[in-house]
């Protein structure tokens, strides 16, 4: 599983970001028509397959079995309409956000590529109705995943890395340090930098 994931709302910023060395990005695409959730998304699945990145396609499993995408990431609410056999057969990955313990032993049973654990710090790009869960919680999830790898998302800086990854995380997604940046390459190339140490 790459250490750096990063996650976009929009195609442009697959196209800017990804060739600066990233290799694992989420798509994640919110209130806009189908037609544009397509248009953008097989943007991205070329534009990944050429710079050797893997596209992560968030919520829309439907668009991205059509369109031949590989992997997709759902949250617990998309867990319910999302139809996993058709997923399997397509050979489609799916990583799944968890909350709770409760969310934690569901997401393991379908036996996903990934579980994620958020927010791990305070969050400023959405409100949540979870507090933040810190690191004793992710070394706990990571306990109780076993192999499955943890995706620790929210409120993480390179700063915050050292500690997320000490506590077991094996990947960091990132949305608001980098969609908030100055410069987002440049915060990018921070990332990644910081990443491989």
Request: charged residues 25%.
């Amino acid at each position: 599983m790459e250490r750096f994931y990063l996650i976009v709302s929009h195609v442009s910023q697959v196209e800017l970001l990804v060739p600066l060395g990233v290799r694992l990005v989420q798509l994640r695409l919110k209130d806009l028509p189908d037609h544009e959730v397509r248009r953008q998304i097989a943007r991205a699945r070329d534009f990944c397959a050429v710079h050797d990145a893997q596209l992560v396609v968030n919520d829309h499993w439907q668009a991205a079995m059509d369109l031949n995408c590989g992997f997709v990431h759902l949250g617990q609410e998309d867990m319910d309409t999302a139809d996993f056999p058709a997923l399997r057969r397509h050979g489609i990955r799916f990583g799944l956000s968890t909350h709770d313990e409760a969310e934690l032993d569901r997401a393991l049973a379908l036996d996903p590529s990934y579980v994620a654990l958020g927010p791990v710090y305070e969050t400023l790009l959405k409100k949540m109705p979870w507090a933040p869960q810190g690191l004793d919680r992710v070394t706990r999830w990571k306990a109780l995943a076993g192999s499955t790898p943890l995706v620790a998302i929210g409120g993480l800086t390179p700063e915050r890395l050292p500690g997320v990854f000490a506590a077991g995380a094996d990947s960091a997604a990132v949305v608001t340090d980098i969609q908030q940046a100055p410069d987002p390459e440049a915060r990018t190339a921070t990332w990644i930098e910081a990443c491989r140490r």
